[in-house]
């Protein structure tokens, strides 16, 4: 049974990436044509009869724009996604068999209806939105697969003349496939959603589609629902009556803004103090994304997104209000440029009620919740970049174009908030991994966010400060991680180096010996063996008590490395973690030292297991072989298992000085 199981979960998430993926593709049809639509919309809010300036004659370019040169231009879009300039202008023809299709359906179904056919129904004008965006990429992908049956077959001489003319035939064929399949069934699919919307209207139950489309949004199947139906739908609606508001079903910022003003208030941790700046950027930069990972990380709160999205709805439509074109993004500045002549105070108002309710429900829920857990905002984070289906390697940065620069990689940063104890580690890692590539030139150090220069090729930091990393160092490229130990980006950042570098050196590079003593850093009244049970907060403060206790550090030092773990998690894989202060609290460390604490029960460290946990303190670098020796130790199951059956400190102090450092 637990099989059977198994096997339903994985298939229902082939087929959700699936469509996610089929989102994104139509999504990206769409938004490059966004100004075109614009346009479109301030002709209609200009120059139509009940426009703000009526012009007969302007006015002539808003039927035209809206069913033959959108359609074009996203059928157009779409083709060139498969195929370059050459099925974009195949898509483009295509459609137009698609359009024209639709036009005689529509007159022979109103002729019929004229006719008094009791089998009529009366079917509004179409516009080939959704035929674009089949069209446009299914006619590149045929043009891109019988170029394919030929590549290499053409005599010398005739390669323009097979090109343009093959060209031409596959637009001709498509564009009949367009009139008699694709016309009669977008019509179809379009009859049918427009008499579900008129009857979820006529019963007043249109809000009730926020039920579907606020969970959908965080599942970052919005764009499928938004371009693939709302947007046809809206256009149709408001190339008739001037506005539709199914426009504002899914571009409502007011959710996301009430869902981050209540994580701002009553969150905790990392969400909080994130969730300011995310509320600006949501409402007033129109990208929604970015309050998705806040509902992953406490799925409950999906009921204030339902909540406020239906009171959206409900006041737009008890206001009769509408847009005239899509808002994209999704701002309130895209919002109200949108916005039909009469609509501003009920759109207002929808925004306010919409933000109102979801921070009421927001803060109650987070109120309810007493755990101690605080959520974890990078792995839900993490999460939804998985459900979008976005790849986050090294080597999608390198051929997308958007790593800074194509020069050769000489310098790698680590950076930290306090550039002491997670970026040491991870950069100990790194280098060793660089060495072993064969590139010893090519330099790896840690370093305080607060002390970055832009001078480095490469900035990795933890998943939670790179935005943070980017304003220092804005020329080079970013990689994020949520594990300093043992992340799977160290490999991609080899291979970039690889591509940026060459080949490398036949052999890896080989450190120079030299022993590590950790006496002076770590004393044998710094190692607790088999601690007992407790929270995480109690084992940072066993930590920094130690630290305390060997006159390493003030007593205030224990309050930073508190607060340092509230802002980013210091767990570093393999159940290690290495709680240390902040980088304003070097003031309160008299001398570099070190902790170790062995629990012979695992601590909950934020969902992850924690066996041993080692307390920094340091003010230069003296620690850092000591910390590169750690790593190492982490990296190798033999050297975990000896500290793990260590029976006294000084067999700790041992196995952390016997082998060479990293």
């Known amino acids: 049974m637990a099989t059977t199981t198994s096997t339903v979960s994985s298939q229902s998430g082939g087929v959700r990436v699936h469509v996610q993926k089929f989102g994104t593709a139509m999504s990206n049809m769409i938004m490059p044509n966004i100004p075109a639509l614009i346009a479109w919309g301030l002709l209609t809010a200009l120059f139509i009869d009940v426009g703000w300036l009526p012009n007969e004659d302007l006015a002539t370019m808003v039927g035209p724009a809206i069913h033959y040169l959108l359609p074009i231009l996203i059928a157009g879009t779409g083709g060139r996604m498969i195929y370059g300039d050459r099925g974009a202008v195949v898509g483009a023809f295509a459609v137009m ?71 031409g035939i596959t637009a001709f064929v498509m564009a009949l496939v367009g009139f008699y399949t694709v016309a009669p069934l977008v019509n179809k699919v379009m009859d049918i959603a427009a008499d579900v919307v008129e009857k979820l209207v006529d019963n007043n139950l249109l809000p009730l589609t926020s039920v579907f489309i606020e969970p959908a949004k965080v599942f970052f199947l919005n764009n499928a629902i938004n371009h693939g139906a709302l947007t046809p739908l809206g256009l149709s609606e408001a190339a008739e009556e001037g506005k539709s508001v199914l426009f504002l079903l899914e571009a409502n910022p007011g959710p996301g803004l009430g869902l981050l003003l209540a994580f701002s208030f009553f969150g905790k941790g990392i969400a909080r103090a994130t969730a300011p700046g995310a509320a600006v950027i949501q409402f007033f930069g129109g990208i929604h994304e970015i309050y998705f990972p806040y509902v992953l990380m406490k799925p409950k709160l999906i009921l204030a997104m339902i909540a406020g999205g239906m009171t959206g709805v409900a006041v737009n439509v008890a206001f009769d209000v509408g847009l005239r074109a899509p808002a994209a993004p999704g701002s309130i500045f895209a919002v109200y ?28 829920l987070l109120r309810l919740d007493r755990s101690d857990d605080e959520g974890d905002l990078a792995a839900a984070t993490a999460q939804m970049e998985a459900n979008k289906g976005k790849k986050s390697s090294v080597a999608s940065l390198l051929t ?200 012979a029960e695992p601590v909950e460290w934020k969902n992850k297991q924690v066996r041993f946990v080692v307390g920094i303190a340091a003010l230069g670098d003296d620690h850092l072989k000591l910390l590169g020796r750690i790593a190492e130790i982490f990296l190798d199951k033999e050297q975990v298992a000896r500290l793990e059956s260590a029976a006294t400190p000084a067999e700790v102090m041992e196995i952390l000085g016997a082998v060479q450092p990293v």
């Open 337 to 364: 440029a949108q916005t039909a002549k009469g609509s501003y105070v009920g759109v207002t108002l929808a925004v306010v009620a919409s933000a109102a309710v979801t921070f009421a429900v927001a803060a109650f």
């Open 97 to 167: 068999g698609a359009i024209a299709g639709s036009d005689l359906l529509i007159a022979e179904f109103n002729a019929d209806l004229i006719a008094g056919d009791p089998d009529a129904s009366e079917l509004g004008q179409v516009h080939m939105f959704i035929g674009a965006m089949i069209l446009g990429p299914l006619s590149a992908w045929v043009m891109k697969t019988l170029d394919g049956l030929w590549e290499g077959k053409i005599r010398a001489g005739f390669e323009m003349l097979v090109n343009m003319f093959s060209a």
């Open 400 to 599: 997308s174009g958007s790593a800074a620069g194509s020069g050769p990689i000489g310098s790698i940063v680590f950076a930290c908030d306090a550039g002491m104890g997670s970026s040491a580690m991870g950069a100990s890692v790194l280098r060793k991994k660089i060495r072993a590539a064969g590139f010893p030139d090519v330099t790896v150090v840690n370093k305080a966010i607060a002390n970055l220069s832009d001078e480095y090729d490469l900035v990795v930091t933890h998943q939670d400060l790179t935005a943070r990393a980017e304003q220092k160092t804005g020329s080079a490229i970013h990689v994020s991680v949520d594990n300093f130990m043992a992340s799977p980006r160290y490999d991609e950042i080899v291979e970039l180096v690889q591509q940026r570098n060459g080949a490398g050196g036949d052999t890896a590079v080989a450190e120079a010996p030299a022993g590590i003593d950790p006496a002076g850093l770590l004393e044998l009244g710094s190692i607790v063996l088999d601690a007992p049970s407790e929270s995480r907060d109690a084992a940072i403060t066993r930590a920094g008590e130690l630290l305390v206790a060997a006159r390493a550090a003030d007593s205030s030092y224990v309050d930073a490395m508190h607060a340092r773990e509230e802002s980013v998690s210091t767990f570093m894989g393999n159940g290690l973690a290495i709680p240390h202060g902040t980088n304003e609290a070097k003031a309160a460390i008299r001398r570099t030292a070190i902790s170790f604490v062995r629990y």
